[in-house]
């Protein structure tokens, strides 16, 4: 073996290893001993400290309350006389309670009935918004179901105009019984060219900017016209009445809702 190794069973390898070591429970130097010293005080303090008045208050309180009334208390004793037993409720049936009253301590300086009066505010304005959004909510319903049969009854209207039109026109009626009763369009293409016959386009034209009424009872004036003219059903899309035509279909009824009902 040279000079120059080390023997592995010398004292120089220890050299140097104080400070990395880091062991649980040793301690090797005089600073992390005094941090240690400090830990252990600091801790016994929190320990030793006495604890403050409500926290002593509410121990004292939940233990009385989960400690049961011993036999021997006077007022357990007369209950007992009067037929009372322990764990079951109050009353000739035992259908009253069975644990004691809650206590509920008032831990603000506010006056009596605040506090519920505050609640009952809170409560009112939550009862209102939810008032509000089911009227939000059944207006916007309302209003769609609205537009839907506005929809559908304009879609009715027109599809009675265009079919009462054409069969006028292969029935050769010049003329419509009522003025709604053909399209918009043709009425004023005739007007116009009536008006074009007798020099008077400034009457057409005040007529072309009035707008169309489109109601129920126009749309059933239509509908019984067709009916009982050429026994014709808007809905079925067929002659029903007439037994001259080669197509027949059992119809339920004049109107969409017999037809839906099916």
């Known amino acids: 073996m040279s000079d120059s190794e080390d023997d592995y069973m010398s004292d120089k390898l220890l050299v140097g290893c104080e400070k990395d070591d880091v062991r649980p429970g040793l301690l090797f130097n005089k600073t992390q001993k005094r941090t240690h010293e400090i830990y252990k005080q600091q801790q016994e303090l929190k320990l030793k400290k006495p604890k403050r008045y409500h926290e002593q208050e509410q121990e004292v309180r939940d233990k009385g309350l989960s400690t049961a009334i011993s036999e021997d208390n006077k007022g357990f004793q007369l209950l007992q006389k009067m037929g009372y037993k322990s764990g079951s409720g109050l009353g000739k049936e035992a259908s009253g309670i069975s644990k004691p009253i809650e206590?509920?301590?008032k831990q603000s300086n506010t006056g009596l009935g605040t506090e519920s009066h505050v609640k009952e505010v809170a409560q009112k304005r939550q009862d209102l918004k939810k008032h509000a959004a089911t009227v939000c909510v059944e207006t916007f319903l309302t209003s769609n179901a609205e537009k839907r049969i506005l929809v559908r009854l304009q879609?009715?209207?027109f599809k009675a105009q265009r079919i009462c039109e054409e069969l006028d026109f292969k029935n050769s009626?010049?003329?419509?019984?009522?003025?709604?009763?053909w399209t918009r369009q043709t009425i004023l293409a005739k007007k116009k060219?009536?008006?074009e016959q007798n020099d008077s386009e400034e009457e057409s034209e005040e007529e072309e900017e009035e707008e169309e009424?489109?109601?129920e009872n126009s749309l059933n004036a239509i509908i019984h016209y067709l009916r009982n003219t050429y026994g014709y059903c808007i809905y079925c899309v067929d002659f029903v009445d007439n037994a001259s035509e080669e197509s027949q279909s059992e119809c339920p009824g004049l109107y969409r809702q017999e037809h839906e009902d099916l």
Do not use: C
């Open 193 to 195: 060219k009536e008006s």
């Open 213 to 215: 009424q489109i109601d």
């Open 173 to 181: 009626v010049k003329e419509p019984i009522k003025e709604f009763f």
């Open 103 to 105: 206590i509920k301590l």
């Open 155 to 157: 879609k009715d209207y």
